[in-house]
Every structure is written in structure tokens, then in C-alpha cells.
């Protein structure tokens, strides 16, 4: 055994020490990668998920959609008055009185009509808003009507505060067939 036969297994340790840690973090960077690439491939839209939930406003008989009494046929994009109350939004959708904030919130308003009805955490900060061309069902005729549903995918903190100061909260563009109501405009609510 020669002297440099020695220094050959420390060599050999510190290499395998620094080629293990280098194998560990590319390891550890293909997971992360792939974990990434799954998150990415699965996602669903947040306009998704408010168009799929705006549905129940206009499709569901436990909202607002007209059930005949009769035969229980519902009829989907037709919206029952007696049905558009403050009571039957809290039933339909509610956010976590503490939470929802951070959720969607939604202000459906019938746009003939001028009458709106707002989640209980609705702040009027508006990221997007879909429209329906519905009937409306008033207990004695079939009218012609539209509904716009404002959505609201989270307010921060900041923005909460400084819309209970009397802060306002930026306007959306104009739907086809008339202005678009202001937010925090009191009257419609």
C-alpha cells in the first residue's frame, strides 16, 4: 500500500458525498416539476367555476327558477319573482359568514326590473360578469328579461377596509343592452 493510496478513499467519500447531494436535489426538482406540471394540467379557470355556480341562479328551483305547480316541470332560464328574495339567495348560495370573502360572492341583478340581490359578502369589488337571457315569470305572465350576475372572486383585507370607509370599488364595462349598474350605488339593493 502507497502513500497515495491514502488519499484515494477520502477522494472517493468526498466525491460521493457531493454526487449524493447533487442526485438528491435533482431528485427533488423532478418531483417538484412534476407535482407543478399536474397543478397546471388539472386547473379549472376561476370564470369556470363562477359560470358553473351562476348556473344554479337560473336553472335550479331551490333559486330562483320557475317550478310549475302542477306537473314540477322546472323551466330553466326563467326566473320566478316570488321566488327572487333576499331569504332564497341565503338558501341557495351562502358563503362562510367569517371566510367568504375569500370565495365567490355574486350580485344577481334582473336588469328590466332594477331589482338586485347580493351574498353575504358581496363588497362590490367585481372581477367579471355574466349575463342571461331569461323569462321572467311575475304570477300571472311570461316576460322577456335578462339577468346579470356580478362575480366577486376575493376582496383582501385592505380592500374591505376601505370599502367600509366609503372607498369605491372600480365599474366593469357595459353589458350589450343597457349601462352597467355602479357599484356601491345605493338604491338597488
Known sequence: ?????????????????IAGFVIAMLMIAFVIII?????????????????FITLRFVTNPDCFAYQDAV???????TIDLSKFT???????????????FNTLNFKVT???GGKSLRTNN????????????????DGKQFVRGSVS???????????????????????????PGGPAPTPGKKGTQ
Open 122 to 137: 358581496y363588497y362590490h369589488v367585481d372581477q367579471s360578469r355574466v349575463g342571461y337571457a331569461v323569462m321572467i315569470w
Open 149 to 175: 350576475i356580478d362575480v366577486q372572486e376575493s376582496v383582501s383585507f385592505t380592500q374591505r377596509q376601505s370599502l367600509s370607509k366609503g372607498g369605491t370599488s372600480p365599474t366593469l364595462p357595459e353589458l
Open 71 to 77: 306537473t314540477g316541470r322546472v323551466f330553466p332560464y
Open 110 to 112: 334582473i336588469d328590466d
Open 35 to 51: 407535482v407543478g406540471y399536474q397543478e397546471r394540467l388539472t386547473a379549472v379557470p376561476a370564470e369556470m367555476k363562477a359560470q
Open 86 to 100: 333576499q331569504e332564497r339567495m341565503e338558501e341557495c348560495y351562502q358563503p362562510d359568514i367569517e371566510n367568504g
Open 1 to 17: 500500500m502507497g502513500g497515495d493510496d491514502v488519499f484515494e478513499v477520502g477522494r472517493k467519500s468526498i466525491y460521493w458525498m
